[in-house]
């Protein structure tokens, strides 16, 4: 029978990998969250806690997906804290997914924003030429290079890596490592998910060039299904009309990368 992705799923979390001091990624068995498209996410319910969106981490094992989480609030929290063996609710998958071009793409992530960018990895073609920049705090914020290394291991590609301290990689934020590349090189297509900040950066870099550029966003959500509308960045719903919006229509919005919504849905500047 197949399932109703708006019921609630409960799963058990078979592994717990450590990525940085304050980012886990949480490993169980799941088709169909398995098979899910790079943009796609889950509300996920921590018992007891709360429930909130995750994009949904790839994983090596067939059958099998995760969720990688930042230790922040209360829910993130929860979720970081759970251990092998216990349970989670899951539903979805929400959202749409990026239209993927073929030819030179650059990929840029930032903290969790990475999780989407990995899951694309494994929809390019051989034939693609990939730059992937990861954005990082510092050296010990710094998680997923390896694995995008190895993702593209078949593929022309560079994997280059900022941190904000300068610890590790090139000293500086990722969005001036953007600025550089999209200086340098006619892109085919531009993908980023991240803080809101960095991807605005970004769409703005990309766009004013004339390079096809999608963002992934992230907003509160509280129901994933368009009814609450926490997640409204101006006329649109981040669950029901994104996740995936491209630069042409971002950059017609009022609120992107400018304000965003607090707990109570009162707009704040960013």
């Known amino acids: 029978m197949q399932r109703n992705h708006n019921h609630t799923t409960i799963v058990t979390v078979e592994k717990v990998i450590d990525e940085t001091p304050t980012v886990r990624t949480l490993v169980f068995s799941d088709e169909v969250m398995s098979n899910v498209l790079p943009g796609q996410f889950a509300m996920v319910w921590i018992p007891g806690i709360n429930e909130l969106p995750m994009s949904v981490m790839i994983s090596d094992e067939s059958g099998k997906a995760a969720f990688t989480v930042r230790k922040h609030g209360a829910a993130s929290t929860g979720l970081f804290n759970v251990e092998v063996g216990e349970q ?4 979805g998958p929400y959202g749409n997914s990026f239209d993927l071009k073929e030819g030179k793409l650059l990929l840029v992530g930032g903290g969790t924003g990475l999780v989407p ?154």
């Open 117 to 270: 960018m990995m899951r694309l990895l494994t929809h390019v073609k051989h034939t693609d030429d990939v730059t992937v920049l990861i954005g990082a705090k510092s050296k010990d914020e710094v998680f997923f290079e390896d694995l995008a290394n190895r993702l593209l291991k078949n593929n022309p590609h560079k994997v280059i890596v900022s941190t904000d301290d300068g610890s590790y990689g090139e000293k500086g934020f990722v969005t001036d490592l953007v600025e550089k590349h999209v200086d340098q090189t006619k892109y085919d297509g531009v993908y980023v998910c991240g803080p809101e900040i960095m991807m605005y950066k970004t769409v703005q870099s990309a766009h004013s060039r004339g390079i096809f550029v999608q963002a992934s966003l992230e907003r509160m959500m509280k129901c994933g299904v368009g009814i609450c509308g926490s997640c409204c960045v101006g006329e649109d719903l981040v669950c029901k009309d994104g996740t995936v919006f491209d630069g042409k229509h971002l950059s017609q919005n009022q609120e992107f990368g400018k304000y965003h919504r607090n707990k109570a849905g009162i707009l704040e500047n960013y």
């Open 88 to 91: 989670i609710g899951i539903r």
